[in-house]
């Protein structure tokens, strides 16, 4: 007999005995008392709003979706695609009703489904504004992906239709809902590390296929910066807790590569925070994966890598010639953000990242632009 087909055979002579009570018999009674008191049961879920995802491509395959069984209080019932097959074949897979599947022609017609509470905009950077606008113009609340458009004029067109729809809107700056990030602007912020010098951040990855979006300007709005290197200058933000006055950059892009016709590979730029604080940042699509974030006291430093991964989140503090790293919880980014969102809508009460904060980083990544093209200083 293979020890498979042995175990098979015990574990149903085990389940056998449950039923006749023999565990009972078999296991001391004391031990059946400390195992379920050690049992934590999780409270019931309270109040779930109903979640429209617009755009079925990699990130909300493969991300996002899944992301709603650890969502407390989002659930999805809606999907927006141009692709009907797709669309049905995951609304079994998610039993959304195939009455809410929708396509962009038919979107605002959203507005009578009482289901739908929230719409996330997963599409092309590009097509942000317009299926935002449309969306509040819904009567719906709108998280959407960032970048939040291609520029500050889209931006601001998305966060004064959330004003006259009276909805909120929220960018989904998913690092700032996940504990690695939070506790590293605690401790930025904190005087923990003395008073802060420098931030060095760094965002990149080698990109692949020339045909796809990420590379088309029109769609995109711009290369590494507008895809990645949003992730070093928000966070460059959110560490220092200020604005940037002043801005350099420099960008080069590989002569010849096909995957470049239309937008820059690298790009490096330099912030000048009003307290004095200098961030020195990058980002690229054209080196090995690279996704860190360090913060410079007088006292200490910070150092997060990987920064900005959906999982493995590292973070090392030194002091004191100590380096020590501080063990946090790994949780689902889209989870988080996700019901952060539905919390707020519940509530009434501002995201932590409104319209406003994608819209800050677009006029800073518009400055960037100008800065290299330039070759000099932009004061913001």
Request: charged share 25%.
């Amino acid at each position: 007999m293979s020890k498979i087909a042995g175990e098979e055979i015990t574990r149903r002579r085990f389940m056998t005995g449950v039923g006749k009570g023999a565990v009972a018999a078999a296991v001391p009674a004391s031990l059946l008392k400390r195992t379920s008191a050690d049992v934590v049961v999780p409270e019931p879920p309270g109040k779930k709003l109903g979640w429209a995802v617009v755009g079925l491509g990699s990130l909300a395959i493969n991300q996002i979706l899944p992301a709603f069984a650890k969502c407390e209080k989002a659930r999805v019932v809606a999907f927006v695609s141009g692709h009907p097959d797709k669309a049905h074949k995951l609304a079994l897979r998610y039993g959304v009703a195939a009455k809410n599947i929708y396509n962009y022609q038919n979107y605002d017609s959203i507005k009578d489904n009482p289901e739908v509470d929230v719409i996330y905009i997963v599409l092309p950077n590009g097509m942000h504004a317009e299926y935002t606008v449309r969306g509040l113009q819904a009567g719906k609340h709108v998280l959407t992906e960032k970048p939040m458009a291609n520029s500050p004029a889209d931006c601001q067109q998305m966060i004064d239709a959330a004003h006259k729809a009276g909805r909120k809107l929220m960018v989904a700056y998913r690092c700032r809902y996940e504990p690695f990030n939070r506790e590293a602007i605690r401790l930025a912020r904190s005087g923990e590390l003395g008073p802060v010098q420098m931030i060095l951040a760094d965002a990149g990855f080698k990109i692949g296929d020339p045909t796809q979006w990420r590379l088309n300007k029109q769609l995109a709005g711009g290369g590494s910066l507008m895809d990645i290197g949003i992730y070093a200058l928000n966070a460059s933000r959110y560490l220092s807790g200020e604005e940037p006055s002043e801005v350099n950059a420099m960008i080069y892009t590989t002569p010849g590569d096909p995957r470049f016709k239309e937008v820059e590979e690298h790009v490096t730029f330099q912030l000048r925070f009003p307290s004095g604080v200098l961030a020195n940042c990058s980002s690229s699509y054209g080196y090995f994966h690279q996704s860190q974030f360090r913060v410079c006291g007088t006292e200490g430093r910070l150092q997060l890598d990987p920064a900005t991964w959906y999982t493995g989140l590292r973070l090392w503090v030194e002091r004191d010639n100590a380096i020590e790293e501080r063990q946090l919880p790994n949780v689902d980014h889209f989870a988080s953000e996700m019901d952060h969102m539905s919390g707020c809508v519940l509530d009434n009460k501002e995201p932590l990242t409104p319209g406003e904060e994608g819209w800050r980083d677009l006029k800073i990544i518009t400055a960037i632009y100008e800065a290299a093209q330039q070759g000099k200083t932009i004061k913001l």
